[in-house]
């Protein structure tokens, strides 16, 4: 989801930046609350950064002979809500945009809103939605998981598709750019669904330490 | 049991991420986004970027070596909290 640097049009780039500066600030204020609220509750949060850190480093080979990324996004998501992750991401891209000049700091914006605010609200919801539809925990946290890292590729086609729209119009345009990324997209979004589902597992494992931080409801 | 399904869960992971290499070996393996970003310059040949990084990566081994250092440290925490939390599991049994 990594729009390159000065790849968005100024008017769209700041749009963007506009959108996403609230959730910005937001996740900040979560962020602060959640270190507060003592070491454990410090650490937990530690685990989901450092998940979206290491995981949202390493571009997997796809069927298609393409690679991309997972996000890593939707793990916190589900423990500490949506808002958190606003800012987490904000943490990564800024850093990948400084030293490895991947994505920008003037499409952070845009980059920001696909990956952290539309991807940990994709995976807060599907969980919700996936857990009320009966379905067992595991198998809410696989989907809630996918539909984040896919839904945020989804977004920067809608990104792309608007920006770029050249004489074919922004939903053509749109489904262009989609047709680029989900074919790669959507194995890397099955693995970081196992993948989640597995650092659940090893969490569950600890359920006393859970229980120290109130998070009794993803045992 | 437990084990025995995060072991299939590594196993699924792994094998996600092999495959490909072996069905589709002769594929250039680049990256998606950097796909978008040669349709941009396909089909908007004079887009010029407004703005460029401050600091670019000499080489793509410099470029991985960036890379590598996020994944392991992530990965370096990630071990931390795990073993820490073993280690209260297996000092409260005591």
């Known amino acids: 989801m990594h729009i390159m640097e000065g790849f968005l049009p100024k008017a769209y780039a700041l749009f963007w930046w506009v959108l996403y500066?609230?959730?910005l600030i937001m996740g900040m204020k979560k962020l602060k609350n959640g270190l507060e609220k003592g070491h454990d509750n410090k650490l937990l949060i530690g685990l989901v950064a450092a998940f979206t850190f290491c995981?949202?480093?390493?571009?997997?080979?796809?069927?298609?002979?393409?690679?991309?990324?997972?996000?890593?996004?939707g793990l916190g998501?589900?423990?500490?809500?949506?808002?958190?992750?606003?800012?987490?991401?904000a943490i990564v891209l800024l850093l990948q945009a400084l030293i490895l000049s991947h994505g920008g700091i003037t499409t952070l914006g845009?980059?920001?809103?696909?990956?952290?605010?539309?991807?940990?609200?994709?995976?807060?919801?599907?969980?919700?939605?996936?857990?009320?539809s009966g379905l067992s925990k595991k198998v809410a946290i696989f989907i809630a998981a996918f539909s984040s890292n896919f839904l945020t590729y989804v977004m920067t086609s809608i990104q792309l598709g608007t920006a770029f729209s050249g004489q074919e119009g922004v939903v053509l345009s749109t489904l262009k750019y989609l047709s680029i990324f989900s074919l790669t997209q959507l194995p890397i979004a099955i693995l970081e669904g196992f993948l989640t589902v597995l650092i659940f597992n090893l969490l569950r494992e600890n359920k006393e330490q859970i229980r120290l931080v109130g998070m009794e409801e993803i045992l | 049991m437990k084990t025995k399904q995060n072991l299939i869960l590594i196993g699924i992971v792994i094998l996600l991420a092999i495959t490909p290499l072996i069905i589709n070996p002769n594929s250039e393996y680049k990256g998606a986004d950097g796909a978008a970003q040669d349709q941009i310059i396909l089909e908007y040949p004079d887009y010029e970027p407004w703005f460029t990084p401050f600091f670019e990566p000499a080489s793509g081994e410099i470029?991985?070596?960036?890379?590598?250092?996020?994944?392991?440290?992530?990965?370096g925490f990630i071990a931390y909290f795990f073993g820490r939390m073993k280690g209260r599991q297996d000092n409260a049994k005591h």
């Open chain 1, 21 to 23: 500066m609230p959730f």
């Open chain 2, 63 to 75: 470029e991985s070596f960036f890379f590598s250092m996020q994944a392991a440290i992530g990965a």
């Open chain 1, 77 to 89: 998501a589900i423990l500490f809500g949506p808002l958190m992750m606003a800012f987490i991401a």
């Open chain 1, 55 to 73: 995981i949202s480093a390493l571009k997997i080979p796809s069927v298609v002979g393409s690679c991309s990324h997972p996000t890593g996004i």
């Open chain 1, 110 to 132: 845009a980059n920001g809103f696909s990956m952290g605010v539309v991807g940990p609200f994709a995976a807060f919801f599907a969980y919700k939605l996936a857990l009320k």
